[in-house]
């Protein structure tokens, strides 16, 4: 094998193609962080990752963030093993926080039918924060999503089945450095 040669990637076969690359997904979480610097100032936010696409996103958005940040975690499900959001949403790991008077950010990987995260922010305003900000790396353009709060977006992105940067199908692909397109004819047909 030459110098010039490369190995194909494992963790990518079944890519149709890249989406966002790596450094366009950098560049527009420097400009998030510095927006949601501006916004909280002094404020110590609790950032809540929405486990587990929202991990890899997290992660840069906070290290980009020069502003001192507490993290928690929440474990949703309405998709299960399905590629389509099935309407029935269940906590599965719920904030370890109080947030009664805190100033909470919320951090989705993606917002598709948008049920889940209506969903999630009303049990969070049950809990009397101080105020909620949502700052999603990905919103799919769907005429029948139901209108959910939104105040950061990272990219909007036509209605197809994406993985990569910590979005998954059946556990993989979530380790891919990128946003891409998944092949369709890996899905079954009643989830394409």
Known sequence: MTGAETKPELRARGVRRVLVDQPTIAGRTAELAAELD???????PLMVGVLNGAVAFMSDLMKQMTVPVEIDFMAIS?????TRSSGVVR???DLDRDIEGRRV???EDIVDSGLTLKYLLDVLQRRNPKDITVVALLTKDKPDAVDVQLDKIGFRIPDEFVVGYGLDFAGRYRNLPYIAVLDPSLLSDGDA
């Open 38 to 44: 501006d916004l909280y100032g002094n404020d110590v």
């Open 105 to 107: 950010l919320v951090v």
């Open 78 to 82: 309405s998709y299960g093993d399905a």
């Open 91 to 93: 906590i599965l790991k």
